[in-house]
C-alpha cells in the first residue's frame, strides 16, 4: 500500500482524475508506469515523437492520426493527466454504477467515444468530414489493393450513404446517425489491466 | 396428410414381401440371362421367380432395388413430413419444427408399428453417425460466423469442455448417490455405468439447438455460445462417452490412478488430435480450391468430399471426428470463398444446405419413430424424472459458475438473462440417442432403461424446452440480434475502430485481445493467404472492398429491375464490355425531378431508419449503378459476369415491354438466343484468359452540385450540363462507338460469333495495348513507368495486368510503415504533379 500511496502522490489532481475519467486507483498507476516508461528523457510530458517510438504503432496505417488526437491543437506535449483522459475514452461503459444525473456525461460515453473517432477523420477540424479528408483515411487504411479511381469511388458512396443534408460532407450528426446501429460500447473499448 | 399414409401404406407393402422373400435366400437373381433351366424358387408375390417360358418384356425386380428402395422412400417420407409441419406457419410459430417432426415421426412409428407388429425402422446409430450427422455439423461450421466464433472461442471452449466435463460428472454422481439412496429400486448398474449414462447425457445437440435459436433471433453473441458450444461439445461428449466406456469394459476393480490419468490423457489427444486433422483438411481444401478453377462444376463437390474425409480420417484414427469436421469448416470457409468463384460458392453454400437439413429432418423424425418400440421402454420413474431434474439444474449451475469465471475478463460481461437463455438453451438430441443406442447391452444389462430414458429426455428437452423457447426469451427480454445492414460506413469505420483500439493497446503497453487479433492478422496475410489463397482472391480479400462490391452489385441488379419496369433500359454491346445505359429520353425526362427526388428520398431513407442505399427507388439506384458503370474495376470480373447474368436474363424475359423500338419483330428468338449465348460465352473465356476487363466509362459524378467542386482526378468541371446523364450518353457512345448507330442492338452478332476461341489474336493485342492507365503512387515508386499522361478513357481502365500484380504483391509488404508511404508520394508528386493535383497526403 505504501508505494501505491507515494506513486499517486506524485500525479497532481488525481483525485480529481479519477472522479472524472472513472479510472481506479490501480488503473492509474498502471498507466502512471507506461506514461514513465514511454517519457524517456523523464520531462513529465510525452511528445509525438515519444509515440513514434513505439514499433507497433508505426505499423498502425493510421497509427499518426490516433497520435495527434493526443495532442490538442497548438500543443506540442501531453501530459499525464491529458494522456489518461485520452484513454478514458476507452473505458467500457460500466452499467452496474448508477450515474448521477447533474453530473457530466463521462468520457467513455458513447458519443464521446464517438467524437474521438469523427476527429481522426475530421483533420482540419471543421466539424465535417470532407470529401477529401475521407479519401486521405481510406488511402491510409486501403492498402495497395486499391486504386485510386476505387477509392475514390468508395469515397463517394460512403459520403452518399451517410450525407443527410447533401452537403457532400458527414457532419458529426450524420457520422453518429449512420453508426447507430453498431454497438459502439462494444467495438470502442478496450480492456485496462487492474 | 393423406399422401403420407399412401406412401407409407406403399412401403408397408413393399417392406414385407421383402422379408419373406429375404428369409428364402437370395432368388432376385433376373434378368434376361435368367436361366429357364435353373432351378425355379417358388415365390408367391414375384412374377419374375415363376419359371419363364418366354421371353419376359417386363420384369418384378423388387430385391435388385431393394435398399436403396427404401431408404429413398423413408427420405421422401420424411421430407414430406417438414413439408406438412411448414403447411401451417402458425402451428411452427407456437412449437418448434423439430417437435413437431419428432410427434409426426411418432404417427409414422404408429403406422409401421400397427403394420409390422414389430419395429420395423429405427435411426441406427452408424447410419446417424455415418451418414446423417457430418453433414450437418459441415454446414454448420462452414456457414458459422468466422469472426465471432472465433473471437468467443476461449469461452466456448470453456463451456464446451469444462462444463460438458461438469455436467457429465455430476448428472453420473447425483444419479449414482440417488440410486444408492434407494431412489430408484434395484437396478443392475453400477458407479461407472452411471458415468457413462451422464456422459452420454450431457451432449448439448447443435441440431436441436440450431433448429430451435434460429426462429428464436436472440443476440449474436448469445447464439454464437449457445451454438459454438454444441457443436464442440458433440465432440467431447463422445471423446468422454468413449473413455468411461474403456473404464466399463475394464471393470471397476482394475482402474487405478494409472488408468485414470491414461484416461485424461486420451481425453485431450482425441480431442485436440481430431481438431488437428480437420484444420489440416482444411489446409488441404483451400489449397485445392486454388487449382480447381477449370473443373468449376465440381468445384462445390470437392469441399463436400473432403470434409467427409476429413470426418472419417478422424474416426479411422479413432479421434474426435466431430471435432474435425468441425474445425475443418471453420477454418477452410473464407479461403474457399475467395478462391471459388462466386457461383460456385453459392452452389456449395446450398447443397450443403440441402444436405444439411435433408438429414436433420430424418434425424428428428426418426426420432419419433424409434421411440415406438415396446422393446425400449423399461419404465423406472425415479431414473426417469431424476435424470432430467439433475440435467436441468447441473446445466444451470455449469453455465452460471463457468459464466461468472468468464465475466471476471471479459469486456462485454455476458448478463444474467443471456445466461439463463444460455442454461435453458442445453437441448439433448439425436447424439445423445445415438450414444446411447450404441451401449452395449453386455457390458450395461440396463441398456434399453438408459435408451428409453434419452429418448424422454430427447423429447423433454426438444419438445417441452423448445417450446417455452420463444416465450420465456420474450419473457426476459434477451437483447435480440440486430438487423445489421451492410453499409460503407459500418465496414469502415469498424476497421478505423480496429485500428484505434490496437493502437491504444499499444500505447498502454499490453498484450491484449488487438494485439492476438492483429498479429494473427499480419501472419495471416503474409504467410496463410500466400499458401492457401489465389493471387486474385488475395487482392479482393478486402473488407471494405468487398462490402463496396456487394453493395455495387445489389445495386446493379435493382438498377436493371427498375430499369426494366419503366422500360428503359437499353444495352450497349461491343466486343469486350456489356454496358448499360439509360435512354436519353428517360435521362431528360427526369433530369428535373431526379435532384428533388433523390433529396427526398434519402432524407427518409436515412433519417428514420437508416435503410442502406440500395433499397431507395429509382434514382439513387441509378446513380449507384453509374458509379459501377463508371468507376469500378474492370477485373472485378464477378461485377461483370453477374451484371452480364442479369442483363442477359432480363433482356431475354422481358423482351415484349421494350421491344418497341429496338426490336424487329421478324427477328427469330431462337436465332437471337441462340446467338446471344454464345457470344456470352466467347466472351466470358476471352474475360478468363485475359484476366482483365475494360471499362466502359469513366468516373462520373454523382450529381451536378459536385460537378462546380473540385475534382482531384483532374476532370474538367462541366457547368453547362443540363441533366446528370448528359455527358455519361456521350460517354458510353464513344465507348462503343462502332456500334452505337444502333445503340442497345445486337450489331455485332455476326463478327462475334465466330469468335468462339479464347486465344483471339483480335482480342489479345487489345487487351494488352488497352494497359496506359493511371498509376496510383506506390507504382510510380517502383519505377514502373507505365505512367502516360491518360486520356479520360483509359484513367477509367485498370492498371491489373498480371505482369503489374507482380510488381504490386512484393511491394505491399515492404510499403507497410509510414515512411515509404511518404516517399512514394513524394516520388509522385515529382514524377507527375499534373496528373493527380488532389491527392497529396497530408500526413501528421
Given amino acids: 500500500m505504501g508505494s501505491t500511496s507515494s506513486t499517486l502522490l506524485k500525479i497532481p489532481n488525481v483525485e480529481e482524475l479519477m472522479q472524472e475519467t472513472g479510472f481506479s486507483s490501480a488503473h492509474i498507476i498502471r498507466l502512471y508506469d507506461r506514461f514513465k516508461a514511454l517519457d524517456k528523457e523523464g520531462r513529465g510530458h510525452l511528445c509525438p515523437h515519444d509515440f513514434g517510438a513505439i514499433k507497433e504503432l508505426a505499423m498502425n496505417p493510421i497509427g499518426d492520426r490516433i497520435i495527434g488526437a493526443f495532442f490538442s491543437p497548438g500543443q506540442e506535449t501531453v501530459d499525464f493527466n491529458n494522456f489518461v483522459k485520452i484513454l478514458a475514452h476507452f473505458r467500457p461503459v460500466d452499467k452496474d454504477r448508477p450515474r448521477d444525473p447533474n453530473s457530466p456525461e463521462p468520457i467513455n460515453s458513447r458519443s464521446n467515444k464517438l467524437k474521438f473517432a469523427f476527429q481522426l477523420y475530421d483533420q482540419d477540424k471543421d466539424g465535417k468530414i470532407s470529401r477529401d479528408e475521407l479519401l486521405k483515411v481510406l488511402r491510409d487504411m486501403l492498402g495497395m489493393q486499391v486504386t485510386e479511381e476505387q477509392l475514390e469511388s468508395i469515397a463517394d458512396r460512403t459520403i452518399q450513404e451517410a450525407d443527410l443534408d447533401r452537403d457532400d460532407a458527414i457532419s458529426f450528426e450524420e457520422f453518429r446517425k449512420s453508426l447507430e446501429k453498431v454497438n459502439i460500447d462494444h467495438k470502442m473499448s478496450i480492456r485496462f489491466l487492474r | 396428410m393423406a399422401l403420407l399414409r399412401l406412401l407409407l401404406a406403399l412401403l408397408i407393402v413393399f417392406s414385407s414381401p421383402c422379408k419373406v422373400t429375404a428369409l428364402e435366400g437370395d432368388s432376385a437373381e433376373v434378368g434376361l440371362n435368367y436361366s429357364s433351366k435353373s432351378s425355379e424358387t417358388s415365390t408367391s408375390t414375384n412374377v419374375t421367380t415363376a419359371t419363364i417360358t418366354t421371353l419376359p418384356i417386363v420384369i418384378w425386380k423388387w430385391h435388385h432395388v431393394e435398399t436403396p428402395y427404401l431408404v429413398a422412400l423413408w427420405i421422401l417420407t420424411c421430407w414430406l413430413c417438414k413439408l406438412v409441419v411448414e403447411l401451417n406457419h402458425s402451428l411452427t410459430s407456437v412449437i418448434p419444427e423439430s417437435g413437431l417432426l419428432i410427434m409426426l415421426g411418432f404417427i409414422l412409428g404408429g403406422i409401421v408399428w400397427g403394420a409390422d407388429k414389430a419395429q420395423t425402422f429405427k435411426l441406427v446409430p452408424v447410419n446417424f453417425f455415418y451418414y446423417l450427422l457430418p453433414q450437418i455439423v459441415l454446414d454448420a461450421s462452414y456457414c458459422m460466423p468466422n469472426k465471432l466464433f472465433f473471437s468467443n472461442l476461449g469461452a466456448i ?39 457413462l449414462f451422464g456422459a452420454l447425457m450431457s451432449a448439448v445437440d447443435p441440431v436441436a439447438v440450431i433448429a430451435v435459436f434460429e426462429e428464436v433471433h436472440v443476440n449474436e453473441v448469445l447464439y454464437i455460445l449457445v451454438f459454438g458450444e454444441s457443436l464442440l461439445n458433440d465432440g467431447v461428449t463422445v471423446v468422454l462417452y468413449n473413455v468411461f466406456d474403456a473404464f466399463v469394459s475394464l471393470g471397476g476393480p482394475k482402474i487405478n490412478a494409472e488408468e485414470i490419468i491414461k484416461g485424461i490423457v486420451s481425453f485431450f489427444v482425441v480431442a485436440f488430435g481430431g481438431s488437428l486433422i480437420g484444420v489440416v483438411f482444411a489446409v488441404l481444401i483451400s489449397m485445392l480450391t486454388r487449382v480447381t478453377k477449370n473443373v468449376q462444376v465440381i468445384e462445390a463437390g470437392f469441399i463436400i468430399v473432403l470434409g467427409y474425409l476429413s470426418y472419417l480420417t478422424a474416426e479411422m ?49 426418426f426420432l419419433g419413430l424409434s421411440a415406438i418400440d415396446k422393446n425400449i421402454w423399461v419404465w423406472n420413474t425415479g431414473f426417469i424424472l431424476l435424470t432430467i431434474l439433475f440435467i436441468v439444474v447441473f446445466r444451470f449451475m455449469g453455465v452460471f459458475f463457468l459464466n461468472w469465471i468468464l465475466n471476471q475478463s471479459r469486456l462485454i460481461p455476458i448478463d444474467i438473462t443471456d445466461q439463463i437463455v444460455m442454461s435453458y438453451g442445453g437441448l439433448r438430441g439425436a447424439v445423445a440417442y445415438g450414444l446411447a443406442a450404441t451401449l452395449d447391452e453386455k457390458k450395461i444389462p440396463e441398456k434399453n432403461l438408459m435408451l428409453g430414458t434419452t429418448l424422454i429426455v430427447v423429447y423433454f428437452t426438444v419438445v417441452l424446452q423448445g417450446i417455452t423457447m420463444k416465450p420465456f426469451v420474450q419473457w426476459l427480454k434477451v437483447k435480440k440480434a440486430t438487423q445489421a445492414d451492410l453499409t460503407l460506413n459500418g465496414k469502415i469505420n469498424n476497421r478505423t475502430f480496429e485500428h484505434i483500439l490496437t493502437a491504444m493497446e499499444d500505447i498502454c503497453g499490453r498484450m491484449g485481445d488487438n494485439w492476438w487479433t492483429r498479429h494473427w492478422k499480419h501472419f495471416e496475410e503474409k504467410y496463410v493467404c500466400w499458401l492457401l489463397m489465389t493471387s486474385d482472391a488475395r487482392k479482393h480479400n478486402d473488407q471494405i472492398f468487398g462490402a463496396f462490391h456487394k453493395l455495387n452489385l445489389e445495386d446493379a441488379t435493382s438498377y436493371v429491375t427498375e430499369g426494366e419496369s419503366k422500360g428503359s433500359l437499353a444495352f450497349i454491346r461491343n466486343d469486350d464490355s456489356a454496358s448499360v445505359d439509360f435512354k436519353k429520353k428517360l435521362a431528360l425526362e427526369y433530369a428535373d425531378i431526379i435532384p428533388d427526388i433523390m433529396a427526398d428520398m434519402s432524407e427518409y431513407d436515412f433519417g428514420i431508419d437508416n435503410v442502406p442505399v440500395m433499397k431507395n427507388p429509382i434514382p439513387s439506384v441509378s446513380l449507384g449503378i453509374h458509379e459501377q458503370d463508371s468507376k469500378t474495376m474492370p477485373n472485378d470480373l464477378n461485377a461483370h459476369h453477374l451484371l452480364e447474368q442479369h442483363l442477359y436474363k432480363s433482356r431475354r424475359y422481358n423482351r415484349p415491354t421494350y421491344s418497341r423500338s429496338h426490336y424487329k419483330a421478324s427477328e427469330n428468338p431462337d436465332e437471337m438466343q441462340e446467338i446471344f449465348q454464345r457470344t456470352m460465352r466467347s466472351r466470358l473465356e476471352s474475360f478468363k484468359s485475359a484476366k482483365m476487363g475494360v471499362n466502359p466509362a469513366k468516373k462520373l ?9 473540385h475534382k482531384p482526378n483532374g476532370k474538367p468541371a462541366d457547368p453547362n450540363r443540363t441533366h446528370p446523364y448528359g455527358d455519361e450518353d456521350f460517354e458510353f457512345s464513344a465507348d462503343s462507338a462502332s456500334s452505337s448507330d444502333i445503340a442497345g442492338h445486337f450489331s455485332r452478332r455476326s463478327t462475334n460469333a465466330p469468335r468462339a ?40 481502365r485498370l492498371p491489373w495486368t498480371p505482369t503489374n500484380l507482380r510488381h504490386l504483391a512484393p511491394l505491399r509488404m515492404s510499403t507497410r510503415s509510414t515512411d515509404s508511404f511518404a516517399m512514394a508520394d513524394a516520388s509522385v508528386d515529382e514524377e507527375a504533379p499534373e496528373e493527380k493535383p488532389g491527392t497529396h497526403h497530408t500526413r501528421l
Fill in chain 2, 157 to 195: 471452449l470453456v463451456h464446451a469442455v469444462i462444463g460438458t466435463c461438469w455436467n457429465a460428472g455430476t448428472v453420473g454422481v447425483a444419479l449414482w448417490a440417488c440410486y444408492e439412496g434407494g431412489a430408484m429400486g434395484t437396478l443392475n448398474i453400477g458407479a461407472l455405468q452411471f458415468l
Fill in chain 2, 317 to 365: 484414427l479413432s479421434l474426435s471426428a466431430i471435432l474435425s469436421i468441425t474445425f475443418c469448416g471453420v477454418c477452410c470457409q473464407k479461403y474457399i470463398n475467395a478462391n471459388m468463384d462466386e457461383k460456385s460458392v453459392t452452389t456449395l453454400r446450398y447443397s450443403l444446405k440441402v444436405l444439411a437439413n435433408g438429414s436433420e429432418t430424418m434425424i428428428f423424425v
Fill in chain 2, 701 to 709: 459524378s454523382k450529381h451536378p452540385k459536385k460537378d462546380s467542386t
Fill in chain 2, 757 to 796: 476461341g479464347v486465344d483471339n489474336p483480335a482480342f489479345i493485342p487489345e487487351m494488352d495495348t488497352s494497359a496506359p492507365m493511371r498509376n496510383p503512387p506506390w507504382q510510380t515508386e517502383t519505377g514502373n513507368n507505365t505512367a502516360v499522361a491518360p486520356s479520360q478513357r483509359a484513367q477509367g
